[in-house]
């Protein structure tokens, strides 16, 4: 068996704009940092060994990846790959724009022509120069081929589990679930998982699905699937996440200066917390 753990990024200065933000780059929050410390720190006390991590090479998502990664016990020998197929959906000429009601009287061209991205409701829609989400699940699918299978395949043949975390972004995390588990045609009758919900997953909240490769007969066609046995252990996870205050003044919300991270380290000063912040990010 192989554990997928995928876990969306921390809290982004866009998260708190309320934009679309799929593959405009965006750092952490001070707020961000401290839920994937959390998380870090979380995962040691459960003994969440990771043998591979993976993330998106957009910043909010390879950072948050990073600080885990680097809180593993033997980080320094956990294989770290980042890559573009692990990044959130594209938006477009939407990315950066504040999300908007749809007005009733207007086209969409209009709606584009006047700076109003409203949000679509067909797995076909995009944004002008965008993505689809019939899109990302394409990206999806070139995941499991590319990056995933070949942990799959290992286990099968030496018999070692595995832990492998992605590190990615509400939307595609979704696409991604969808994707593993159309792989086992019975999943959905073991009561399966409704990916609809993942696309608002908590800042570095993680789902688990331990997944393994069903037995391929020998007539199987030449570039047919992997199937996969699939149980989900744990969908938007974040336990990490029940104490954690946002801090004081607003310097929760600032974006996190890696610089001032390291002058505190070296000072040894700690910051003190406030009251827990009730502000939702968006998934993007």
């Not at 593959?23 to 720190?41: F, T, V, Y």
């Not at 607003?250 to 610089?259: L, Q, R």
């Amino acid at each position: 068996m192989v554990s997928f753990i995928l876990v969306r990024h921390g809290e982004s200065k866009d998260n708190l704009r309320q934009v679309w933000a799929g593959w405009k780059d965006s750092p952490l929050s001070n707020h961000g940092i401290r839920q994937a410390e959390a998380l870090a720190e979380y995962f040691n006390e459960q003994n969440v060994l990771l043998n591979a991590v993976y993330a998106s090479d957009l910043t909010r998502a390879k950072t948050t990846a990073k600080v885990v990664k680097d809180k593993q016990p033997h980080s320094h020998s956990i294989p770290f790959e980042v890559s573009e197929l692990l990044r959130e959906q594209n938006f477009g000429s939407g990315e950066g724009k504040h999300f908007a009601k749809k007005d009733k009287n207007l086209s969409l061209a209009s709606h584009y022509a006047r700076g109003m991205f409203p949000a679509l409701h067909t797995r076909n829609g995009t944004f002008p120069g965008g993505e689809s989400l019939d899109d990302v699940a394409r990206r999806a699918e070139e995941v499991i081929d590319t990056l995933l299978s070949c942990h799959l395949i290992q286990e099968g043949a030496d018999g070692k589990e595995r832990a492998v975390a992605v590190f990615s972004h509400g939307i595609f995390i979704g696409e991604l679930v969808a994707a593993i588990t159309r792989r086992d045609n019975e999943f959905a009758s073991r009561g399966g998982v409704d990916v609809r919900g993942l696309r608002g997953m908590s800042n570095t909240g993680w789902t688990r699905l331990e997944v393994t490769i069903k037995t391929i007969s020998e007539d199987a066609s030449i570039g047919s699937k992997l199937q996969f046995s699939v149980k989900a252990n744990g969908v938007d996870r974040h336990p990490h996440l029940a104490n954690l205050h946002r801090q004081k003044g607003g310097i929760g919300s600032m974006a996190h200066d890696p610089a001032q991270q390291d002058i505190r380290s070296f000072l040894g000063g700690k910051q003190k917390t406030a009251s827990k912040s009730t502000t939702r990010p968006k998934p993007y």
